[in-house]
């Protein structure tokens, strides 16, 4: 089992950075590809970044590339988004997922695991 708790979301102007993290529980972090996706009020769940268990391999949506980084730190058991340029339909709830397979992923249904998620709110 994998516990996920994301953390760092709040309220920011456009144009502006936040960074979230999420923590995990459990010694096989490490060979866990990570995922962050984000949903707003009425809309699906959408795919934003991915990274591979060594960090090598990463993936991001068309509108968040350039502007946002996917990273982790093994040894912390953590991965990271950093977000940069922030746009009002930045805005949703950022979900942090975890699955067993090694490869990063672009699709929901790929993950196992999942946090509660934290809200990221950009005004205009």
């Known amino acids: 089992q994998v516990q996920l708790v994301e953390s760092g979301g709040g309220l920011v102007q456009a144009g502006g950075s936040l960074r979230l993290s999420c923590a995990a529980s459990?010694?096989?972090?490490?060979?866990?590809?990570m995922g962050w996706f984000r949903q707003a009020p009425g809309k699906e769940r959408d795919f934003v970044a991915a990274i591979s268990w060594s960090g090598r391999t990463r993936y991001y949506a068309d509108s968040v590339k350039g502007r946002f980084t996917i990273s982790r730190d093994n040894a912390k058991n953590t991965v990271y988004l950093q977000m940069n340029s922030l746009k009002p339909e930045d805005t949703a709830n950022y979900y942090c997922?975890?699955?067993?397979?090694?490869?990063?992923?672009?699709?929901?249904?790929?993950?196992?695991?999942w946090g509660q998620g934290t809200q990221v709110t950009v005004s205009s």
């Open positions: 997922a975890a699955t067993i397979k090694s490869d990063a992923s672009t699709e929901v249904y790929e993950y196992d695991y």
């Open positions: 459990g010694r096989t972090f490490s060979s866990y590809a």
